[in-house]
């Protein structure tokens, strides 16, 4: 048991750092799956990943609450004034965000219901995630290259229209279709693409993943509910190593993502892409072999 829960602490770890820098934690994961597997059922690891994934949620809920929680009276830039004293606790810039992120949330919401099951059974496998790795940490070199000394367009996230949330979105099903993409390098690419700054881009990622990550979550884990009413065996040690994960994956989020805000202010993320290049051939290599 011990070392199924120091697993489950190296999972945890993986995931808290891949899930925000933008070099895609499926790729990490598949990878980390064939070198320390869990002693589990598959149902279970597919549970395992969401709610880990729902600790690193947690961080970026933490970390950024006073810019995504729309009520309070303190700090609120933009109070209904002519509602009276109810209004005023109303913070209507960060309802007009949410408007926003919902927006960009509907194309991968739409395509993911109808069609999960197919693109998992079609692109979820090792070529397809060396391929996407590779692809976007070109994509990263070739689109800060371009832009390097220009200034970027929209350099707040009140300047995201709906027109650019849309466009992030349609970036983001590209994710969602493609494992090894990393949703937040698709998201991260398709701002810069468009003219978003750095800084801006990644915050709106991370505000993107809130509702994204917190749906797929629900749904496994209201799936796996189910089938552990219908039998499926689920014990206290597994509760541990739930447990664990979603803690360690909380706390090493904090901390990535304090790092990628702080260090992008300074540097591109073209070291991003190089990294994805480089991943990219260890897993077809890996592949080649017959590792996987």
């Known amino acids: 048991m011990i070392i199924e829960i120091l697993k489950a602490i190296l999972f945890g770890i993986v995931e808290g750092i891949t899930e925000w820098l933008p070099v895609s934690s499926t790729g990490h994961m598949i990878l980390l799956n064939e070198l320390v597997s869990l002693n589990v059922s598959d149902d279970f690891y597919s549970m395992f990943e969401v709610v880990i994934q729902f600790g690193a949620i947690l961080a970026v809920v933490i970390l950024f609450w006073k810019k995504i929680w729309p009520f309070g009276k303190k700090d609120n830039e933009h109070p209904f004034e002519h509602m009276g004293k109810a209004g005023q606790w109303i913070k209507t810039d960060i309802f007009q965000l949410w408007f926003h992120i919902l927006v960009s949330c509907v194309p991968a919401a739409i ?161 991003f892409g190089w990294y994805r290049i480089v991943l990219g051939i260890v897993v077809l290599l890996c592949g080649f072999v017959g590792f996987f």
């Open 111 to 271: 395509i993911g219901l109808l069609f999960d099951e197919l693109f998992e059974e079609l692109f979820y496998n090792y070529q397809t995630v060396a391929t996407m790795l590779i692809l976007f940490g070109i994509a990263f070199i070739v689109i800060e290259n371009l832009h390097k000394g220009k200034k970027a367009k929209i350099n707040s996230l009140v300047d995201i229209s709906y027109t650019t949330a849309l466009l992030i979105g349609l970036f983001q099903l590209i994710a969602a279709i493609f494992p090894g993409t990393s949703r937040s390098g698709a998201t991260i690419v398709g701002a810069l693409l468009i003219g978003v700054s750095r800084t801006v881009a990644a915050e709106y990622t991370f505000y993107l993943a809130i509702p994204v990550m917190f749906g797929a979550s629900l749904l496994k884990m209201v799936g796996f509910v189910q089938k552990v009413n219908e039998g499926l065996e689920f014990t206290s040690g597994e509760a541990m190593i739930l447990a664990v994960g979603m803690v360690v994956a909380f706390v090493v989020s904090l901390a990535v993502i304090n790092f990628l805000m702080g260090y992008i202010k300074k540097h591109d993320f073209k070291v």
